[in-house]
């Protein structure tokens, strides 16, 4: 027999004590949402069954004795952060879940400059971290949007990448060795290694698990020297997306690794560029490391660049003053809220990737479908923000007026056919559904698409790691 | 009625870095790298008029929405977002210098367009810019006009068929004032003012529509007596360190914390009030 919801929170005071443990009403409501549903809860309208508690847990061993009741008990946990996460991967599918909060386990335990790697704690701030790596003439090369208010935990969780990924890479290319905790309590240590062939890399089993499969209790992050005073910046406006796609698929095919290779179209980038891309497409580049790669890399993208007349180079001070204030801190999202209420305007993101051949097909008929289907729509446009040798992401960014629905009515009506017409347009096309924000519980319709016959190897390591199905239930894995 | 909303389109000044502020040997700060954004007061007007209208419709009032604005071809954009949103008529008086500092001029041409155009009887627009930040161009225009003006306007709605209730913010706190038009109204800090966003299908439909646009010379010989130069000049920036030092109140609970910073910090200071 399932526990009450008492009868959980004097447990989970047993085990961490009653600081810990947090239980006001409306505290928990805000912690049965993530930004998916935020709609809603500017509204005060909460449609998610209300958790038993929130749990801040101090160590390790607060997170394995924690796990161990709810496997014990059957009680879902939903493992949290940063609280940052986009896709519903945080919303409390079932009643009396559990909120295992990491954030209080904020320590950055060691900086190692001679090996080049960090090591913290899953509540760490990222941006912490990287302001204590500057300090000493290092950087993580880790830089997504979230990062004034993302925590590492989170980030490894949910596969995060950041605006440098074409040089640095995704979180899994900077983790190199992490402790998470299983539901049954097992506390597991990957240890912190150039590489090895020691079998599969059982790093990817807890990397992007979305807290469906363990708790990420510490990261070990790859850190790089930090030479901005080398950096170039490039920007060009154009006329079409599809030679945008060509020029990065070409600096990516020709071997060049600038840190920032981004391209917008004409409506997303109306947001930021209108002072000088009137209606325009706008590409830019950023060239970093050591000077002489950084100054070879800008030199060989300005030649590829120069092949395609239509582009049009730009004041380098344009860019630099869009990049300075590209990411969102707390004083954004609060205006962001502010400006929902007032408006009933609001925007969303969804973020795929797929080969070159596919991206501009994907790219084009999903901006077509949505202004034809969607009503009420003030915005669609998208960017590509992360290349790779054999194809690119795109991140389409649409906004809309919620007009002549409830609150609790915004998402069926708006944001749920947007994000399906986006993705199956591109499992259609071979792509992928997520790039970087993770699956959350509102794209798992598709996941068995997304997978296709590799969905068996998924499918086994919840079987194994979870077998009584107490991780976030609901994400990644469809609902029961 | 017919209303008029004059907006500035301006540098967004929060996305200047410090480095941008201090330019050696220029007198004047470099903005055209930043993106533009409605002055925020103006803003405010722009959707305070919306609300009137809708409200007005309630009541089965016809409202005429009109917006003016002095500056060049980039400003299209927005005129025609304005547009798309319910306003009428979107003008634009091509600007030939910088209006920035040269409050006068601005409000010379304004009263010029609007007894030139004889049909408003309410002139909405925001208190200041954070550019200019002189506070002058509301007051200006009523002057010139010889219009009555109230400021810090915060709301403002159709009373009866031939007045208006125009709330505004005071020293004492709020006051309620039913006036009859014509007036000018400088808006303040209104809340719940955010401009609403208007949807693809409506911006679509006024894409290739011109915009209307006057040279200013046509309203110059109805201001004989415009400054030719503007009344302020930069001479010199200085970083204002307004950064305070952070002090982390240490004590064994919240209530011992609190009692720490009411007894040696709030107290002195809350006297002193």
């Known amino acids: 027999m399932s526990l009450t919801r008492e009868q959980i929170v004097s447990a989970l005071i047993n085990i961490v004590g009653a600081d810990q443990v947090v239980t006001e009403e409306e505290v928990l409501k805000e912690s049965s949402v993530d930004r998916f549903r935020r709609f809603e809860e500017l509204h005060g309208v909460y449609t998610q069954p209300l958790p038993a508690a929130i749990v801040y847990a101090r160590n390790t061993n607060d997170v394995s004795q924690v796990l161990k009741l709810a496997n014990e008990q059957n009680i879902n946990i939903v493992p949290r952060t940063g609280h940052t996460a986009t896709e519903g991967g945080l919303e409390t599918s079932v009643e009396n879940s559990v909120i295992l909060d990491g954030s209080a386990m904020n320590e950055i335990i060691q900086i190692d400059p001679y090996n080049l790697q960090a090591t913290c704690q899953c509540g760490t701030p990222l941006q912490a971290l990287e302001d204590r790596l500057r300090e000493i003439g290092f950087t993580t090369g880790h830089s997504p949007q979230s990062k004034p208010l993302a925590q590492l935990g989170g980030l490894v969780a949910t596969r995060s990448i950041g605006q440098f990924s074409t040089l640095y890479g995704g979180i899994e290319d900077m983790v190199v060795g992490l402790e998470a905790v299983f539901p049954n309590g097992e506390i597991t240590r990957i240890k912190n290694v150039p590489r090895r062939a020691a079998g599969p890399d059982i790093r990817h089993v807890i990397i992007g698990n979305e807290g469906a499969l363990c708790f990420i209790t510490e990261v070990t992050v790859k850190i790089f020297k930090f030479m901005p005073e080398n950096n170039i910046l490039l920007g060009y406006t154009l006329d079409k997306m599809k030679t945008g796609f060509e020029i990065l698929r070409e600096v990516m095919a020709e071997g060049y690794k600038p840190s920032v290779a981004r391209l917008y179209d004409p409506e997303d980038g109306a947001y930021h560029f209108s002072h000088f891309a009137d209606n325009k497409c706008v590409l830019i580049f950023m060239a970093e490391g050591p000077k002489a790669i950084a100054a070879a890399t800008a030199e060989a993208i300005e030649t590829i660049v120069a092949k395609h007349p239509e582009c049009i180079k730009v004041d380098t001070r344009y860019i630099k003053a869009w990049f300075d204030h590209l990411n969102w801190d707390a004083t954004d999202v609060a205006k962001e809220r502010a400006e929902i209420i007032e408006t009933k305007n609001i925007g969303n993101t969804t973020e795929i990737a797929a080969n070159w051949d596919k991206i501009n097909q994907i790219y084009e008929t999903c901006i077509e479908r949505i202004r034809n289907e969607i009503p009420d729509m003030t915005l669609v446009g998208g960017h590509s923000s992360h290349s790779y040798i054999n194809g690119t992401n795109l991140y389409f960014v649409h906004y809309y007026n919620v007009v002549d629905c409830k609150p609790e009515e915004e998402i069926t009506k708006y944001h749920w056919p947007l994000k399906k017409i986006i993705v199956e347009e591109t499992i259609k096309a071979g792509g992928s559904m997520c790039h970087h924000h993770g699956v959350g519980k509102h794209r798992t319709p598709w996941i068995k698409d997304e997978y296709g016959s590799s969905y068996y190897i998924l499918e086994t390591l919840k079987k194994a790691f979870d077998p009584e199905g107490i991780m976030n239930k609901g994400t990644i894995y469809p609902g029961r | ?273």
Request: contains cysteine.
């Open chain 2, 1 to 273: 009625m017919n209303v008029l909303v004059c907006f500035k389109v301006v540098p967004d000044l929060d996305q200047l870095s410090g480095s941008d502020w201090l330019v050696d040997g220029c007198s004047r700060v470099e903005t055209r790298f930043v993106k533009k954004i409605i002055n925020p007061y103006d803003e405010s007007a722009l959707e305070l008029a919306l609300k009137l209208a809708d409200q007005a419709r309630g009541k089965a009032l016809t409202t005429n929405l009109n917006a003016l604005t002095i500056a060049d071809s980039g400003a299209n954009l927005t005129l025609k977002s304005l547009r798309a949103l319910g306003y009428q008529e979107a003008v634009r008086i091509e600007a030939d210098t910088e209006p920035d500092f040269t409050p006068e001029k601005v409000a010379a041409l304004i009263a010029a367009y609007i007894r030139n155009t004889n049909v408003f009887d309410l002139i909405m627009m925001g208190r200041q810019s954070g550019v200019g930040d002189n506070a002058k161009t509301p007051l200006l225009t009523a002057e010139f006009l010889q219009w009555p003006c109230i400021t810090q306007v915060t709301a403002v709605e159709k009373d009866s068929a031939g007045t208006y209730k125009v709330t505004a913010m005071a020293d004492e706190g709020t006051v309620i004032r039913v006036i009859e038009p014509p007036c000018v109204l400088a808006v303040g800090n209104a809340p719940s003012s955010t401009l609403r966003v208007p949807t693809l299908k409506a911006i679509k439909e006024q894409a290739d529509l011109p915009v209307k646009t006057y040279a200013a010379d046509k309203y110059r010989n109805a201001t004989p007596h415009l400054p030719l130069k503007p009344d302020a000049e930069l001479l010199n920036i200085e970083v204002v360190n307004r950064k305070r030092k952070g002090i982390i109140v240490e004590g064994a609970d919240a209530a011992e914390k609190a009692q720490i910073l009411y007894q040696s910090y709030l107290k002195g200071w809350l006297a002193e009030l």
